[in-house]
């Protein structure tokens, strides 16, 4: 059974940094980034592909968020920096089986999701 476990999630000042992790076990997946701001739908954030070779941003994150993997710990990290008021949200990591990179942002593409971290950015 895969498991996503998520931490790194916490309470931040205007214009601070935080780093989200995602450990994955089993096998190597593309893995991508979604929040879900207070009464609102969940939306993409980040994404990296399988191979490593390729990543996406919303724009709303291009330049101030990267996501990275680190390959021994199978762990996926999403460094936020330079973070405003609207990046609260409760984050979540997700796997998917799709070596495609096809749609990256689709969350319906993603097979497996962990349970999600809390991000609030006070202003």
């Known amino acids: 059974q895969v498991q996503l476990v998520e931490s790194g999630g916490g309470l931040v000042q205007t214009g601070g940094s935080l780093r989200l992790s995602c450990a994955a076990s089993?096998?190597?997946?593309?893995m991508g980034w979604f929040r879900q701001p207070p009464g609102k739908e969940r939306e993409f954030v980040a994404a990296?592909?399988?191979?490593?070779?390729?990543?996406y941003y919303a724009d709303s994150v291009k330049g101030r968020f990267t996501i990275s993997r680190e390959n021994a710990k199978n762990t996926v990290y999403l460094q936020m920096n330079s973070l405003k008021p609207e990046d609260t949200a409760v984050y979540y990591c997700?796997?998917?089986?799709?070596?495609?990179?096809?749609?990256?942002?689709?969350?319906?593409?993603?097979?497996?999701w962990g349970q999600g971290t809390q991000v609030t950015v006070s202003s």
């Open positions: 997700a796997a998917r089986k799709l070596i495609s990179t096809a749609a990256p942002q689709r969350e319906e593409t993603y097979d497996y």
């Open positions: 089993g096998r190597r997946f593309a």
């Open positions: 990296i592909s399988w191979s490593d070779t390729s990543t």
